[in-house]
């Protein structure tokens, strides 16, 4: 199906619990730290258990352009070798809407000697890029970005610098990490310290970190919020990936949804990933608490979302304010569409998302007889969570299901899979 999607898909909801085994993609975070470090690393690196879609499939692509071997041996493994040092590329690299892609290389190509310009895609060019290009500038390396969102034009002279510098991640955490990742090919020590009380999703500098030192990198942590890196560059490894936690949360909604079974292969307590943490409160349903906090598992609050619409009292979301700068503004988007099920679903309190809960949701829409034809705003998480209301309430069409691509293109074979009626519609 991936191949050939249509513009819209039907989903009929399933009149059985989702029962069966299902092995997730693996982490799209994951697997571009792996590859963007494997590039920085001189000699062979394998990275097996990773993940295939058009984030990652961007990110090899730019690390081609500048003189990398990536080769792909099969459906999950690639082998990447290098010289240890990006060659300049002769094109812009241009990265899709895949913000790890973007904000990691940015930092990365400043070791390039050479001009190298950075850019996404229209919705990429909307997503803020103005505190690591002045991070960067502070390190001495010339970097320009003139809307303050990509394209950005670097101009290093192949080494990273040393000493210093600060970076606020509180719009973004990538900042930190593609800082991290860039330190140990500077001239010298690196510190990189975090300036402002809020960063989102701490715990993708904690992924970035294990994997550097995987990598073979030195880094001490100072305080809290600050991390001294050595010079060492990178040592190639072979270099285990593991599932993508945020797809998963979209099996365990399903599970929980349809009273089914799944089994992921994988215990949540297993995994690294921050969204693995969504599994405790998706556990709770149909009882979710009153408030989450999502600010430490952002990708997985369109999941709770779509969940809390059925469960039995109203769920505030909070501490998500840097949705509005993901693929789309996710707090509209999440809104908009859950009133299209059902007018007064979803209501936006400044940066808070309010679900209305009913748990008689589902035969409501029945009586009504309507459709909902819900916009995915180019965003694979708007698709792949509102499925799953698909899965209880009937007349759910997600339109441009194709852009599950950029990190689950199995999405739609994986539901069909397990059972899920899906028609093709215009
Ligand atoms: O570092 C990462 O791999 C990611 C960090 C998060 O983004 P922000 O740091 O921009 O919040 C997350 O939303 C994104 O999907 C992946
Ligand atoms: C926010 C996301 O992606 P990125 O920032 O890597 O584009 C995501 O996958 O939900």
Redesign the pocket.
Known sequence: MAKSLPPALAITPPTHPLVGRVSPPGS???T??ALLLAALAKGTSRLTGALKSKDTVLMAAALRQMGVTVEEPDATSFVVTSSGRLQQPTEPLVLGNA??AT?FLTAAVATVDGEVIVDGDEDMRLRPIGPLVTALRSLGIDATSPTGCPPVTIRGNGSFGKGRVEID?G???????ALLMAAPMGEGAIEVALTGSEI??RG??D??LAAMRSFGASVEQVDAGTWQIEPTGYTATDFVIEPDA?AATYLWGAEALTGGNIDLGVAADAFTQPDAAAQAFIAQFPNMPAVIDGSQM??AVPTLAVLAAFNNQPVRFVGIA?LR??ETDRIRAVCNELNRILPGLGTEEGDDLLVASDPDLAAKVAVLGSVARIETYHDHRIAMSFALAGLKVPGIVILDPACVGKTYPAYWDMLKGLGVELTATE
Do not use: F, H, M, P
């Not at 719009?171 to 990490?177: E, N, W």
């Open positions: 799209k975070s994951i571009n730290r913000g790890t904000r991640g719009l973004s955490s990538q900042y930190v990490s989102g999703a993708y500098v992924l970035t945020s952002q990708d840097n700068v993901k």
